[in-house]
């Protein structure tokens, strides 16, 4: 567990110091946030220089389908032609992800993970859910469990069995075998409730038999059409309902009075063109907010939370503090993380040292490589974007 010293920081996200500031990591967590003058003085520890640039929290990625093999760049190009998106086009990437080998799937999601990192992310949830059979479920999560022993950064595994219903009968599969099988490897247990996808009784049902394996619920509502899985996600009181973009002022309240973060995934809406979820009513609302990528070969191409974070604020009307928060603090809230998405004393030390002083470029310099340094733990793992 490793000690560093971050100094000369331009500023601390979510920390009111002035002046040059130092963050103390002791034993992987962080021990103090503190003037840089006041650093007492010790036995020698690894430093690093922020050099008057500012440090964030490590983004937290909170919706993510890192495992799958092929791709869909026909469908994209079929869409660009003005043909519109249905979930069915998944079955592709189901095709594809069967036929790939267990080292396949890892090698694609050490990729998907190490890009991640260099975009500053150090925690991302990661849904299995292409390949809908049990044996393929379970392959999937443990391809999510191998990676994560090769790439630093924390995968959080959610079972997604559930991300179609291809013929009669197969929600009692995901319930009586691969629950069972996959339940082990997972944390969370997520299903696709949509046109096209679950109807809200099949979706409760398979949530219900995940929590009675331990797994905590979680939802893709009302992404393609209003169809009632954020009032499922309520009435489970899910760790989150993810996509909300149909969601009405009725849904908002009832999630908001439930606790159910809303995870809010604004790079999907730009790829499909299916409009944007009402992010503000969800704020108005004191609901709390989670900033994702959803990254996936369907709908959402991209790991990046800066790209995320700067559509959230052109797109949402977020001010970057506000998407900040989200893309840290609210995505550690929807996978029930109390330490990191912050940096307060005792938090993971998990940080992102921009190359910018002001954090607004997030926003204001779209398409800019501005994650420099990324500390993990209290290991400096990305120096000067690149890999150390
Ligand atoms: O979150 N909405 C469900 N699943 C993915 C898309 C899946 C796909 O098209 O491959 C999503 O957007
Ligand atoms: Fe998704």
């Known amino acids: 567990m490793a000690d560093l010293l971050v100094r000369r920081a331009g500023a601390v996200f979510g920390h009111s110091t002035t002046g040059p500031t130092a963050i103390v990591i002791r034993n992987g967590r962080v021990a103090a946030v503190l003037p840089d003058r006041d650093v007492p003085s010790g036995p020698l520890i690894p430093e690093l220089d922020a050099g008057g640039r500012v440090v964030l929290p490590g983004f937290v990625d909170s919706h993510a389908h890192l495992v799958f093999a092929g791709d869909r760049r026909a469908e994209f190009a079929a869409r660009l032609a003005g043909q519109p998106y249905e979930a069915g086009g998944i079955m592709q990437t189901v095709e594809a992800t069967r036929a790939a080998s267990l080292d396949?799937?890892?090698?694609?999601?050490?990729?998907?993970?190490?890009?991640?990192?260099?975009?500053?992310?150090?925690?991302?949830?990661a849904k299995s859910g292409y390949a809908l059979d049990v044996e393929g479920e379970r392959r999937s999560l443990e391809a999510l469990h191998l990676a994560g022993a090769r790439v630093p950064v924390d995968i959080v595994p959610t079972f997604l069995g559930a991300h179609l219903a291809p013929y009669d009968g197969y929600v009692d599969e995901v319930v009586h075998d691969m629950l069972p099988a996959c339940a082990p490897l997972a944390r969370f247990c997520d299903a696709f409730c949509d046109e096209g996808a679950l109807s809200v009784d099949d979706a409760r049902r398979v949530l219900r038999a995940g929590c009675s394996y331990g797994l905590l619920p979680r939802l893709h509502a009302e992404e393609l059409a209003h169809s009632g899985g954020a009032r499922l996600a309520a009435e489970l009181r899910c760790a989150s309902a993810d996509h909300l973009v149909h969601a009405d002022d009725a849904d908002i309240a009832a999630l908001a009075a439930a606790g159910v973060v809303a995870v809010l995934l604004p790079a999907t809406s730009h790829c499909v063109g299916i409009g944007y979820a009402p992010a503000r009513r969800f704020l108005d609302a004191g609901a709390v907010v989670a900033l994702a990528t959803d990254c996936n070969p369907g709908t959402s191409y991209t790991t990046s939370m800066p790209f995320v974070i700067g559509l959230a604020c052109i797109e949402y009307g977020l001010t970057v503090d506000e998407a900040i928060r989200a893309a840290t603090w609210g995505g550690a809230q929807s996978l029930r993380l109390d330490d990191i998405g912050q940096l307060h004393v005792g938090a993971r030390g998990d940080l992102v040292v921009l190359d910018t002083d002001d954090w607004v470029d997030l926003a204001y310099r779209p398409g800019s490589h501005l994650v420099a340094d990324v500390v993990k733990d209290g290991v400096h793992v990305v120096c000067e974007g690149r890999l150390r």
């Open 104 to 125: 396949d799937l890892v090698a694609g999601v050490v990729e998907r993970a190490t890009a991640c990192l260099l975009d500053g992310t150090t925690t991302v949830e």
